[in-house]
């Protein structure tokens, strides 16, 4: 039997910053996925969900504007913080972060415990 990576962190606490990375990418079976969850083309699930990336050629998840951290992937439900594609979600999300520790979550917990704030998002980008 497979065994269960035990993971120290908790993305339901979390406002999912891994998934404002610019470059997500998508490879081909991640793209027939999201095309039948979508119902549509190969083709037209590439125009519609994805973007080229001009340096390696290869097809990323498309972003879009995000609340708390400027942007983020067009499949993150901005309220509930939650995959809208979850089922069909490329195996770079399925991988993420591949450890038993996310670094964004520690800082995020530190952050919260620092400033005794519960709900707080922690951002490094701290522009006025
Ligand atoms: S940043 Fe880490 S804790 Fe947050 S959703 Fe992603 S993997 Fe989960
Ligand atoms: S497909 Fe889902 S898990 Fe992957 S980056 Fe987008 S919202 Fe996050």
């Given at each position: 039997m497979r065994?269960?990576l035990r993971v120290?962190?908790?993305?339901s606490?979390?406002p ?22 979508f ?6 699930t590439?125009?519609k969900?994805l973007?080229k990336d001009?340096?390696s050629g290869r097809?990323l998840?498309?972003?879009r504007r995000?609340?708390y951290?400027?942007h ?12 809208k594609?979850?089922?069909a979600r ?8 591949g450890?038993?520790r996310?670094g ?7 952050e919260r ?8 998002i ?7």
């Amino acid at each position: 039997m497979r065994k269960k990576l035990r993971v120290l962190y908790n993305c339901s606490n979390c406002p999912a910053w891994c998934c404002t990375y610019p470059r997500v990418e998508v490879n081909d079976p991640d793209i027939e996925r999201l095309a039948a969850f979508f119902g549509l083309s190969r083709s037209a699930t590439i125009k519609k969900h994805l973007r080229k990336d001009s340096e390696s050629g290869r097809f990323l998840l498309r972003q879009r504007r995000d609340d708390y951290f400027d942007h983020a992937c067009k499949f993150l439900d901005k309220k509930t913080r939650m995959c809208k594609v979850y089922h069909a979600r490329p195996l770079a999300c399925r991988r993420y972060p591949g450890t038993a520790r996310c670094g964004y979550y520690d800082f995020l917990m530190a952050e919260r415990d620092r400033q005794r704030d519960d709900s707080l998002i922690a951002t490094t980008d701290h522009r006025p």
